[in-house]
C-alpha cells in the first residue's frame, strides 16, 4: 500500500521561500505520476503541480507559475515543491498525491489514488 509523508511546511514571511518533500513507499515510484494539492480554510482542494513519471513534463496551477517548481527524485523515492515568492494566499495545507500510470496534467484529485496527511504552510504579510 502507497504511503506518502509529506514534510517542510512552515511559517514564512511574504516573499519568502519554503521547499516542501514527500516521502514516497509501499510501491514502485517511478510508474507514480506525483502532484502538489493545497487546501485553504473553507476551500476545496486545489491542483498546485503535477509531475510525470520520469520527471520531464511539469504542469502548474496559473497562480504558481514561475514561482514554485515541482521535481522528483526516482532514486530517493521523492517529490518536491520549491515554493518561492510567497504571498498569503498560498497559505494552505499542502497534500501530496500519486497516480499510477499515464499522466497527462490532469488536476482533478479524483485521478490520484493516494494522498499523505498534509504540511500546513502559512505566509504572513
Known amino acids: 500500500q502507497v504511503q506518502l509523508v509529506e514534510s517542510g511546511g512552515g511559517l514564512v514571511q511574504a516573499g519568502g521561500s519554503l521547499r516542501l518533500s514527500c516521502a514516497f513507499s509501499?510501491?514502485?515510484?517511478?510508474?507514480?505520476?506525483m502532484a502538489w494539492f493545497r487546501q485553504a480554510p473553507g476551500k476545496e482542494r486545489e491542483f498546485v503541480a503535477g509531475i510525470n513519471w520520469g520527471g520531464s513534463t511539469t504542469y502548474y496551477t496559473d497562480s504558481v507559475k514561475g514561482r514554485f517548481t515541482i521535481s522528483r527524485d526516482n532514486a530517493k523515492n521523492t517529490v518536491y515543491l520549491q515554493m518561492n515568492s510567497m504571498k498569503p494566499e498560498d497559505t494552505a495545507v499542502y497534500y501530496c498525491g500519486a497516480k499510477l500510470g499515464q499522466y497527462y496534467g490532469s488536476s482533478w484529485a479524483v485521478d490520484f489514488g493516494s494522498w499523505g496527511r498534509g504540511t500546513q504552510v502559512t505566509v504572513s504579510s
Open positions: 509501499g510501491g514502485t515510484f517511478r510508474v507514480y505520476a
